[in-house]
């Protein structure tokens, strides 16, 4: 629980403006449900609030996220994701795909061109966890060139490993390995 209030804490640094606890001076934060739902399920409330937050910046950057790199990457990325268990039910391969097609920022891309890498990855990583993941880490690393996309790259990531309301040690292990890739701190995603 404390490592989503964690990543809550340093999204929040990304965006202070959609800052929810304490936010008097912004102003902005007035125009939520108002009043309770802040109860028992909090904790719940703010993974999704956090994965709404990295959509919202990925969709903010969209038009910069067109790059076949990006598109490469945030493949792989959720590829390793997926299978940071070791193993993926087909049920879970669908889930991922709807979540990867319906994606507002890879709908840049066509959504056969991301299923066919998606699945390549992960058949790869099924195949042989270890070579999979360095091929799928190789791939990662080509977007670290810029520093937006590398970003959004891990944002993509985040969003898929949060998009069940839990966030594995796998997962969490799978996204310091992309940070590590592409060269950012993996506490900046709280991970």
């Known amino acids: 629980m404390a490592m989503w209030d964690k990543i809550k804490?340093?999204?929040?640094?990304?965006?202070?403006?959609?800052g929810t606890r304490g936010a008097s001076g912004s102003g902005?934060?007035?125009?939520?449900?108002?009043?309770?739902?802040?109860?028992?399920?909090?904790?719940?409330?703010?993974?999704?609030?956090l994965?709404?937050?990295?959509?919202?910046?990925?969709a903010s950057a969209k038009n910069e996220l067109k790059s076949g790199a990006y598109r490469d990457?945030?493949?792989a990325m959720c590829a390793l994701v997926a299978a940071a268990d070791g193993r993926v039910e087909p049920s879970e391969r669908q889930r991922v795909e709807e979540l990867i097609v319906s994606n507002?920022?890879?709908?840049?891309?066509?959504?056969?061109?991301?299923?066919?890498?998606?699945?390549?990855h992960v058949d790869r990583l099924l195949a042989n966890f270890e070579q999979g993941k360095a091929e799928a880490l190789?791939?990662?690393?080509?977007?670290?060139?810029?520093?937006?996309?590398?970003r959004a790259v891990v944002q993509t990531g985040m969003v898929v490993a949060g998009a069940d309301g839990s966030f594995?040690?796998?997962?969490?292990?799978?996204?310091?390995e992309a940070c590590t890739a592409l060269n950012i701190p993996p506490s900046e995603f709280g991970v």
């Open 73 to 75: 990457a945030s493949m």
């Open 104 to 120: 507002e920022v890879l709908q840049n891309f066509p959504a056969d061109q991301l299923r066919q890498r998606f699945n390549q």
């Open 9 to 18: 804490d340093q999204a929040k640094t990304f965006q202070q403006s959609q």
């Open 138 to 150: 190789q791939v990662i690393a080509k977007a670290a060139k810029k520093p937006a996309e590398a």
């Open 51 to 58: 994965i709404g937050m990295f959509k919202s910046q990925l």
């Open 28 to 49: 902005q934060g007035s125009h939520g449900p108002a009043g309770g739902g802040r109860t028992g399920t909090s904790s719940g409330g703010s993974k999704a609030q």
């Open 168 to 176: 594995e040690p796998s997962e969490q292990y799978a996204i310091r």
